[in-house]
């Protein structure tokens, strides 16, 4: 899911990638809307109170806001860095799974924070919609870049501009038969759905336990990155076994 890189993953990787880091992003967007009253999975709205602070002239605000915009496209830049240069030092997986461990621990601070210390401050909210937008740039820098910008999943403009596009492709004949663009389709759509789904979600959880939902996102981000190293564990494995089966075979043969 992590450690494949731009045109060597395949549709599955995609799309396994895709449904689980959205299903997370919908879930912080709808949680930082429910707690903070401010988006965090995508910063268009951001830029449009950018503009209304300024033309207020509402300075500290506008400084804000700004901060946040920063914030985001700082914690994208960071990943694909990553991307880059991490690979001849720490391998493509970690190279791939840290921007995922960096969120992860941004989003658990969060929630242990909401949960024992925090006491409604603007100040500590804005701090704390800080870290989110940090997490979720991130992911969005991470997932679109190691898939060639097939996959994003923190914001759905663009998604679901790309996804009417390719229905409305499909409309002819020679692109209904292009398996190319059918899996695009089907992964936009995936992604769409699993953002709702973790969103919806997120909200029922919310007011059931509170910011212990916080927990379950981090549980989700836990799949996406251990999924890789239980996978090349089972690899492993299997080669070990086929090959001390073939010895044994070997030797079998020899004492016949």
Same mark, same amino acid.
């Given at each position: 899911?992590?450690?494949?890189?731009?045109?060597?993953?395949?549709?599955?990787?995609?799309?396994?990638?895709?449904?689980?880091?959205?299903?997370?992003?919908?879930?912080?967007?709808?949680?930082? $809307?429910?707690?903070?009253?401010?988006?965090?999975?995508?910063?268009?709205?951001?830029?449009?109170?950018?503009?209304?602070?300024?033309?207020?002239?509402?300075?500290?605000?506008?400084?804000?806001?700004?901060?946040?915009?920063?914030?985001?496209?700082?914690?994208?830049?960071?990943?694909?860095?990553?991307?880059?240069?991490?690979?001849?030092?720490?391998?493509?997986?970690?190279?791939?799974?840290?921007?995922? =461990? =960096?969120?992860?621990?941004?989003?658990? =601070? $969060?929630?242990?924070?909401?949960?024992?210390?925090?006491?409604?401050?603007?100040?500590?909210?804005?701090?704390?919609?800080?870290?989110?937008?940090?997490?979720?740039?991130?992911?969005?820098?991470?997932?679109?870049?190691?898939?060639?910008?097939?996959?994003?999943?923190?914001?759905?403009?663009?998604?679901?501009?790309?996804?009417?596009?390719?229905?409305?492709?499909?409309?002819?004949?020679?692109?209904?038969?292009?398996?190319?663009?059918?899996?695009?389709?089907?992964?936009?759509?995936?992604?769409?759905?699993?953002?709702?789904?973790?969103?919806?979600? &997120?909200?029922?959880?919310?007011?059931?336990?509170?910011?212990?939902?916080?927990?379950?996102?981090?549980?989700?981000?836990?799949?996406?990155? &251990?999924?890789?190293?239980?996978?090349?564990?089972?690899?492993?494995?299997?080669?070990?076994?086929?090959?001390?089966?073939?010895?044994?075979?070997?030797?079998?043969?020899?004492?016949?």
């Amino acid at each position: 899911m992590l450690r494949k890189y731009s045109n060597h993953r395949t549709y599955l990787d995609n799309l396994k990638l895709g449904t689980l880091s959205a299903f997370s992003a919908g879930m912080v967007n709808v949680l930082s $809307v429910i707690i903070f009253f401010a988006f965090t999975s995508n910063i268009t709205g951001h830029y449009a109170i950018l503009a209304q602070e300024i033309s207020k002239g509402n300075w500290i605000q506008a400084a804000v806001v700004f901060l946040w915009i920063l914030i985001f496209f700082t914690g994208s830049m960071f990943s694909n860095l990553l991307i880059i240069h991490g690979n001849s030092y720490v391998g493509r997986y970690l190279a791939h799974a840290i921007p995922i =461990i =960096i969120e992860t621990i941004c989003i658990l =601070i $969060v929630g242990v924070y909401l949960q024992f210390f925090y006491t409604e401050t603007l100040y500590e909210t804005e701090l704390l919609v800080t870290l989110l937008l940090f997490a979720m740039g991130l992911q969005n820098g991470l997932t679109a870049s190691i898939s060639n910008g097939s996959v994003k999943t923190t914001h759905l403009t663009g998604l679901t501009t790309d996804l009417a596009i390719t229905l409305s492709m499909l409309t002819k004949e020679q692109f209904r038969n292009d398996i190319k663009v059918r899996e695009k389709g089907k992964l936009l759509f995936s992604i769409m759905i699993a953002y709702m789904l973790g969103a919806i979600i &997120s909200g029922i959880l919310y007011y059931e336990i509170k910011y212990y939902t916080f927990y379950i996102v981090c549980l989700t981000l836990c799949i996406v990155m &251990s999924y890789d190293y239980y996978k090349l564990n089972i690899t492993k494995y299997l080669f070990k076994g086929a090959y001390l089966l073939k010895k044994i075979s070997s030797k079998d043969e020899e004492n016949q």
